[in-house]
């Protein structure tokens, strides 16, 4: 199966920038091919919902984010790595959350129609 491994959160200062990673290996269970998989990135604050962050088309490339982080936040993937990131820029106290990879095939918002998820990674933006 799908594994996915977040990486690169923290405590940062409102105005700063994190980098978060996202390792992928394995294989989906459905035994097709892993570049009909779109990798999105979520996140979930204490007692919210699992949000819409991003998106991108694993081996088409495009990319979707949510108003909220437009010209703040980057989606990209090394495919030669298997790594998908998140550029995060201009942080701000609402952006803190636990921040989610997950991969699905085809292209969606939603989060429970994701069907792999990794752990997690907390991003705490500070005022």
């Known amino acids: 199966q799908v594994q996915l491994v977040e990486s690169g959160g923290g405590l940062v200062q409102a105005g700063g920038s994190l980098r978060l990673s996202c390792a992928v290996s394995g294989r989906p269970f459905s035994g097709r091919p892993f570049s009909s998989y779109v990798m999105g990135w979520f996140r979930q604050a204490p007692g919210k919902d699992r949000d819409f962050v991003a998106a991108i088309h694993w081996s088409g490339g495009s990319t979707y984010c949510a108003e909220s982080v437009k010209g703040r936040f980057t989606i990209s993937r090394d495919n030669a790595k298997n790594t998908v990131y998140l550029q995060m820029n201009s942080l701000k106290p609402e952006d803190t959350a636990v921040y989610y990879c997950?991969?699905?095939?085809?292209?969606?918002?939603?989060?429970?129609?994701?069907?792999?998820w990794g752990q997690g990674t907390q991003v705490t933006v500070s005022s």
């Open positions: 997950s991969a699905r095939e085809g292209w969606d918002v939603t989060a429970k129609t994701y069907d792999y």
